[in-house]
């Protein structure tokens, strides 16, 4: 049943990258600052990559950071598809993230989550005081607390927001002389 589920999702997306669409121009995967252990959350990553340029910025942008954003299937707390853990670990002079995602449903939907939690990580990578998981925390406590010490900020609001636009925008099909004609942006 589970590998049923997990066939009908990553079928529609193995289609999608043999369907032509335009290469990601930003680094995902093993030897990139962003990755994942899961091959189908690194599918979905190179998807939105080349369907959205604000997740490219997003993605070259911890290119050219201190960081390394780990993207992992995982279970957040207050009920939320996604979240950046407030865990941050440094090793080899780099600072470590991780982002968990319920890896369920659309992948479309997944890729805006993404997007989202990237600029999470990109609020703390840009502030090179931030060293530990405490930091991290109060950091956040800060500047977006809101009940229960959950966070959000207008920015990773917007930024999940434009990643949603922009993959939905690459997905419309348009109708010319009777065929349908896929319009990459």
């Not at 002079?93 to 805006?112: A, D, K, Q």
């Not at 060293?131 to 959000?152: K, M, Q």
Request: aromatic share 6%; net charge neutral; glycine share 8%.
């Amino acid at each position: 049943m589970r590998w049923r589920v997990l066939t009908a999702v990553m079928l529609p997306l193995m289609g999608l990258l043999s369907t032509g669409a335009p290469t990601a121009s930003a680094a995902v995967g093993d030897a990139a600052r962003v990755r994942s252990s899961s091959h189908y959350l690194e599918l979905v990553m190179y998807e939105a990559s080349a369907r959205s340029q604000t997740f490219r910025q997003l993605v070259e942008e911890i290119e050219h950071s201190d960081g390394i954003v780990y993207v992992e299937p995982g279970t957040c707390r207050h009920g939320v598809r996604s979240c950046l853990s407030m865990t941050l670990v440094q090793t080899g002079g780099f600072r470590m993230l991780r982002i968990l995602v319920n890896p369920t449903g659309s992948p479309w939907g997944l890729m805006e989550s993404i997007g989202h939690e990237l600029r999470h990580a990109l609020e703390v990578l840009a502030n090179p005081a931030l060293t530990n998981s405490h930091e991290v925390f109060l950091f956040y406590r800060g500047i977006s607390s809101t009940a229960r010490d959950a966070f959000e900020t207008p920015a990773a609001l917007h930024t999940g927001d434009a990643v949603g636009e922009e993959v939905a925008r690459s997905r419309r099909v348009i109708k010319r002389d009777g065929h349908a004609v896929h319009r990459w942006q």
